[in-house]
T-cell receptor, first 114, second 109 residues
Framework: GAVVSQHPSRVICKSGTSVKIECRSL??????MFWYRQFPKQSLMLMAT?????????EQGVEKDKFLINHASLTLSTLTVTSAHPEDSSFYIC??????????FGPGTRLTVL | GQNIDQPTEMTATEGAIVQINCTYQ??????LFWYQQHAGEAPTFLSY??LDGLEEKGRFSSFLSRSKGYSYLLLKELQMKDSASYLC??????????WGAGTKLIIKP
């Protein structure tokens, strides 16, 4: 299957700082990328869907000014958690979809905000 | 509303067979996925069904009945490494994945 990378895999930051997470499709062009958040022992929660070159579509309850998404190219999307707080600590996972229907997941980024 | 139901937790014995059920009610249907997720890791793809019937892939098989809004994942010859959460997800009419809460599978020796 296709490969999606995420960087960093783990980040610890102080409250109030901003954190950027990168998601890259390594061997295919991702027309659509998805950002998920997963709290312990819960299912994946879709935060937003982004298409290359257009604004991201955010799910209800997700603050677009807090979670900035940029899908600058067909292989790269970034999620920036601005002014992070302890309640933003979670496992953030991106996935990418090319021309087929399957989504390929990145390995995830564990964010801990102190 | 959209809804995906699957059992919260199941326990099975090493070497045995286990069937994890998933029922769904979604706005439209463009396929059903099963993913495996080990603790602390991202999900990995197991299967995709869009037509009725059984798809077999090694020790894992997935079944779909669109008229019943029902799918199951069948795991044979269980191994300890199969202990994980199994997520059922449906692609709705907007090609958006609707996720179940996952079934935690515990394998005992």
């Amino acid at each position: 299957g296709a490969v999606v990378s995420q960087h960093p895999s783990r980040v610890i930051c102080k409250s109030g700082t901003s954190v950027k997470i990168e998601c890259r499709s390594l061997d295919f062009q991702a027309t659509t990328m998805f950002w998920y958040r997963q709290f312990p022992k819960q299912s994946l929660m879709l935060m937003a869907t982004s298409n290359e070159g257009s604004k991201a579509t955010y799910e209800q309850g997700v603050e677009k000014d807090k979670f900035l998404i940029n899908h600058a190219s067909l292989t790269l999307s970034t999620l920036t958690v601005t002014s992070a707080h302890p309640e933003d600590s979670s496992f953030y996972i991106c996935s990418a979809r090319g021309r087929e229907t399957e989504q390929f997941f990145g390995p995830g980024t564990r964010l801990t905000v102190l | 509303g959209q809804n995906i139901d699957q059992p919260t937790e199941m326990t099975a014995t090493e070497g045995a067979i286990v069937q994890i059920n998933c029922t769904y009610q979604t706005s439209g249907f463009n396929g059903l996925f099963w993913y495996q997720q080990h603790a602390g890791e991202a999900p990995t793809f197991l299967s995709y069904n869009v037509l009725d019937g059984l798809e077999e892939k090694g020790r894992f098989s997935s079944f779909l009945s669109r008229s019943k809004g029902y799918s199951y994942l069948l795991l044979k010859e269980l191994q300890m490494k199969d202990s994980a959460s199994y997520l059922c997800a449906v692609l709705d009419s907007n090609y958006q994945l609707i996720w179940g809460a996952g079934t935690k599978l515990i394998i005992k020796p």
